[in-house]
């Protein structure tokens, strides 16, 4: 059944949001810390640390997160059909600073196996998902990725949290 909304544009007296205040109010919303990888064109591996990221369904089990339109990652993962999530553990911080910031080689001297996604499963994590594309969406400036998840494992570990703009642990 669907719903008509109607908005009152009467009262148009607060004024514009700033990009900083909405910075400043997300902030505040305590969110688990992933890095995003694949195997893009010519077996090279792409990643990404990613803090905007969920769970979206049970039944099929699906995840949602999002990329920048901006990076330079994202053509490589519109391309790729398979991608992991790792869900990083209250020691990985510094893993997360590597895959945030430009890098030569984001996975140098990173351990970690392969499996279906044939994309990094970092060892150490918290969670790893194996995911396949199901949908892609723009969203203002970022990409939004519906992923189905084909595989899953996890270990009982605190995990990595991102809050108030630095890292914390919280307990497993």
């Known amino acids: 059944m669907r719903r008509a909304f109607s908005v009152d544009t009467s009262r148009n007296d607060?004024?514009?949001?700033?990009t900083r205040g909405f910075r400043d109010a997300m902030a505040q919303f305590a969110t688990g810390v992933t890095i995003i990888t694949a195997r893009a064109a010519a077996d090279a591996f792409v990643g990404f640390t990613a803090t905007s990221f969920n769970s979206v369904s049970l039944e099929p089990?699906?995840?949602?997160?999002?990329?920048?339109?901006?990076?330079?990652?994202?053509?490589?993962?519109?391309?790729?059909?398979?991608?992991?999530?790792?869900?990083?553990?209250?020691d990985q911080a510094e893993l997360?600073?590597?895959?945030?910031?430009?890098?030569?080689?984001?996975?140098?001297?990173?351990s970690f196996a392969l499996d279906w996604?044939?994309?990094?499963?970092?060892?150490?994590?918290?969670?790893?998902l194996e995911c396949r594309h199901n949908a892609l969406h723009t969203a203002g400036d970022h990409m939004l990725f519906i992923g189905e998840v084909v595989s899953c494992a996890h270990h009982v570990v605190a995990p990595l949290v991102w809050h108030a703009g630095r890292f914390t642990a919280r307990d497993a």
Request: aromatic share 10%; charged share 25%.
């Open 117 to 128: 996604a044939d994309a990094p499963l970092i060892r150490g994590c918290a969670a790893w």
């Open 96 to 110: 997360a600073q590597r895959f945030s910031r430009p890098h030569a080689d984001r996975f140098a001297g990173v």
């Open 61 to 90: 089990p699906l995840v949602l997160w999002a990329l920048s339109r901006r990076s330079r990652s994202l053509t490589a993962f519109e391309r790729v059909e398979r991608y992991a999530v790792n869900v990083l553990a209250h």
């Open 14 to 18: 607060k004024p514009p949001l700033s």
